[in-house]
């Protein structure tokens, strides 16, 4: 399917575009789009696990102000912005060297898909977990990510059922104020997160009211109205209610399963391991996405349970039953690890199987011989 995506956010058209333009002129045509987008996607990770070194449980802001150094904070501004130019000119370079694919696109929102919940993650180290004085409690957090990542899923089901991809307001503002935020804390310190900015309320406050505001109130509603557009137009991918809401199931049983964990756990395992937690979830929604990703670009349709929501349902019940114990930590860390694992074997695995259907290779740009 040839892709089409609409960006309407003026943020966007009129500021960051022109940006964009100028940085692309400096990118050599030799290099392949797919090594930019991956480029962006390690240095997250790389920002990411440099922060969670220095603040593993999310307590360092509001305990020990100087426990991350300053640097870590300019250097994540540096990596956001540098994501971010990587994330919005990858499609540019693939139309510029001519090199656009299925494979790019995929490869494009799949890592996407995994970005979402680490920028959210990396995030949380700025304003710090509840300590009684300051900060968020993990359960807000829990919430915050999830939002997130129904955004991301709005969008994409939003693409499954009308073939055009919206591409969601919420995304470069998000970008721009994560970076402000990074610069800010390098620049003031933790401390400007700790104290209310107005009427006794934080800034931290602010954000989670925008980011429910705009969720609620701005994406789903868009989403919502575009789906009903297509369909007043007859330009719906899918006839029937049920193969429309079909992609739907899988992200919302997770979530579910996710939930009654986080709610129902006899040994509070939010509270205990919220990076490890937080980082299965992240991971287990891109790997439901990604299907929904291939399907809808595909025009296959998406099977009803995920295969991943089958162990995750026998953990979560020997969990809550209280079957584990003093093992559920534990259980979480294997668990974590084999479903990272497992969605980096996936990816790998749809990346060879499409370069070689393609004909291309993922990071160069030179054609494939067939031997």
Request: aromatic share 16%.
């Amino acid at each position: 399917s040839q892709y089409s995506a609409v960006d309407t956010n003026p943020l966007s058209v009129y500021i960051m575009q022109p940006i964009w333009d100028k940085i692309i002129k400096i990118v050599p045509l030799w290099i392949a789009p797919n090594l930019l987008t991956f480029s962006g996607f390690v240095m997250i990770l790389v920002n990411y696990f440099l922060i969670s070194f220095y603040d593993w449980d999310y307590t360092a802001s509001g305990t020990s102000p100087g426990l991350v150094p300053t640097w870590v904070w300019l250097f994540s501004a540096f990596t956001t912005f540098c994501a971010y130019a990587l994330d919005s000119i990858d499609g540019k370079h693939a139309r510029r060297t001519q090199s656009s694919t299925p494979l790019g696109e995929l490869f494009d929102h799949g890592l996407d898909s995994w970005a979402t919940s680490i920028f959210v993650l990396s995030f949380f180290s700025v304003c710090s977990r509840d300590n009684g004085k300051t900060g968020v409690s993990v359960y807000t957090m829990y919430i915050y990510l999830s939002i997130v990542l129904f955004n991301f899923m709005c969008s994409h089901w939003e693409k499954y059922n009308t073939g055009v991809l919206f591409l969601p307001w919420g995304y470069d503002i998000s970008q721009v104020v994560l970076i402000a935020a990074y610069l800010l804390t390098g620049v003031v310190g933790v401390e400007v997160w700790q104290k209310p900015f107005l009427f006794g309320y934080y800034i931290t406050d602010a954000l989670v009211i925008l980011l429910i505001g705009f969720s609620l109130f701005l994406s789903f509603p868009q989403t919502l109205y575009n789906i009903h557009r297509a369909h007043l137009k007859k330009t719906l991918k899918n006839d029937s209610l049920y193969e429309g809401l079909l992609p739907l199931v899988s992200p919302l049983l997770l979530f579910v399963l996710l939930t009654v964990w986080v709610v129902l756990s006899p040994g509070n395992i939010l509270a205990k391991q919220p990076r490890l937690f937080l980082w299965m979830v992240g991971v287990a929604f891109s790997n439901v996405i990604c299907k929904v990703i291939i399907c809808q670009m595909s025009s296959t349709r998406p099977e009803l349970f995920h295969w991943f929501l089958f162990p995750l349902a026998l953990v979560v019940y020997a969990a809550i039953s209280g079957l584990l114990g003093w093992m559920e930590e534990v259980v979480l860390a294997v668990f974590t690890v084999l479903v990272t694992a497992a969605h980096v074997h996936y990816g790998v695995c749809v990346g060879r199987q499409l370069s070689e259907h393609l004909n291309i290779y993922i990071f160069s740009l030179k054609k494939r011989v067939h031997e």
